[in-house]
């Protein structure tokens, strides 16, 4: 029998999970590079020799009051693994504790309770040390309008810093081509209707993992900078979620010395003959709005008869967002890119249709989720042919009465949402030589 050791419920538990297999059927494992976690004397490092920029403990002298903008639990940042080397500088610096606060932003979405906050930032800072929430419909400030016509509104608190410091993780995104960077600012910590305008306004990358030379971050960039944005620390996770890599320093430079590692860390080759895709989405399996949005990728690359299994726990459930809710009708969202439409949007109806083409696809597919925190019918409102499992024996059960116990070869991609699929076809470097064996494929 084979069987693969993964990761789930990324904040909560972040518990093993065993998946096995059939001993006759060949298991290719496709995955992140295997990086080990950074220790807490190389952050110190990578925070005293920045890229682009001063020191952070520098750049903090002579400052009375300081900010640290941290990414919301729908992203995976251990933000509480780095939050104490930062503090230690800041606070070296002469900036006394009572004068930092750590504020949860995560855009549009509902804004982070005292559970969240625990979570992300830690239970072990000091007392001193405020920890509070974004509210995109809070107390906001009108810094006028970005390059590109944008209404900036940003959050009130943080214009009240005079030291403002952005902590994020770089991995592919749909929109923006990789997190990170000045998306801690542009939309993590501004108004709905600047949020929303971006979505609608500006052109981003076409794909996940593509481009980060584009209107969208253009304009993030300008913002950022225009809100005093003075320091990054972006980080690169591990399949563990562990912080493997540390970028430091100015919002450009840094962000992209960042993307340029997680090109490398993050880029696998796909396996497009399996009988059987397993997407792993851990670790953004709190809700099933971030896990689809995030790692549904492998199901569009094996063929029509594939069975797709697709592994979040989803302790969250169903999962929420402002701007694109699940039962969100079509139409609403084209009325709103209708009412900002540009002449140099006339490719963009071309592009949109492939996404939707793709949407439709992904709907109509027979999915195989294995969730305990998703109910059946939450997950039929956005999958109403996928079909949910609670534990892995039932998902195996009905993976065998489909394929028999017979030769097949099955592709588990770990950590779906942080891979980016490589161009180039590596179908005939993959050899699994016996039945049951495991082949483990990762970037270079």
Request: aromatic share 6%; proline share 8%; charged share 20%.
């Amino acid at each position: 029998m084979s069987d693969l050791q993964l990761r789930t419920k990324a904040w909560f538990g972040d518990e093993p999970l065993s998946i096995d297999f059939p001993s006759g059927w060949k298991i290719v494992e496709v995955g992140p590079q295997d990086a080990p976690a950074l220790s807490a004397t190389a952050m110190l490092d990578r925070l005293r020799h920045p890229t682009g920029s001063p020191p952070l403990r520098e750049i903090a002298k002579g400052k009375t009051r300081c900010v640290i903008i941290v990414d919301d639990l729908t992203r995976p940042t251990p933000a509480a693994d780095l939050l104490p080397s930062i503090i230690a500088e800041i606070t070296q610096a002469g900036v006394s504790e009572h004068a930092i606060t750590i504020l949860l932003a995560g855009g549009t979405h509902p804004p982070a309770s005292a559970q969240d906050m625990a979570k992300k930032a830690g239970t072990d800072l000091s007392p001193a040390v405020q920890v509070r929430a974004h509210d995109s419909r809070g107390d906001l400030v009108d810094l006028g309008t970005s390059p590109s016509g944008l209404p900036i509104l940003i959050n009130r608190m943080v214009m009240e810093c005079d030291l403002k410091i952005g902590v994020g993780c770089i991995y592919p995104h749909p929109i923006a081509g990789f997190s990170g960077g000045a998306k801690i600012v542009l939309p993590a910590v501004c108004g709905v209707e600047t949020t929303r305008m971006m979505h609608d306004y500006l052109r981003g990358s076409r794909t996940r993992g593509g481009s980060i030379h584009t209107e969208l971050r253009q304009d993030m960039i300008a913002v950022a900078r225009r809100a005093g944005l003075d320091f990054i620390a972006n980080v690169t996770l591990n399949h563990r979620r562990e912080i493997s890599s540390l970028f430091a320093g100015d919002v450009v430079k840094a962000h992209e010395e960042g993307v340029r590692s997680a090109q490398r860390m993050y880029a696998v080759p796909v396996v497009p003959e399996a009988d059987v895709v397993v997407a792993d989405m851990y670790p953004f399996d709190t809700s099933w709005q971030f896990a689809q949005d995030r790692g549904m990728w492998p199901v569009e690359c094996v063929g029509s008869q594939a069975s797709r299994v697709v592994i979040a726990a989803c302790p969250l459930g169903l999962g929420t967002h402002e701007l694109f809710p699940v039962d969100s009708p079509l139409w609403s969202r084209v009325a709103r890119r209708l009412k900002h439409f540009r002449l140099a949007d006339l490719d963009r109806p071309f592009e949109k249709l492939g996404t939707i083409m793709k949407l439709i696809r992904q709907k109509h597919h027979h999915l195989m989720v294995l969730s305990p925190g998703l109910e059946g019918k939450e997950l039929h409102t956005m999958f109403p042919h996928a079909q949910r499992f609670g534990a892995w024996p039932a998902l195996r059960a009905a993976l065998v009465a489909r394929h028999g116990e017979g030769p097949l070869t099955v592709a588990v991609y770990r950590c779906a949402p942080f891979l980016i699929p490589a161009a180039s076809d590596l179908n005939q470097e993959i050899a699994v030589p016996d039945p049951g064996a495991t082949v483990r494929l990762t970037s270079a």
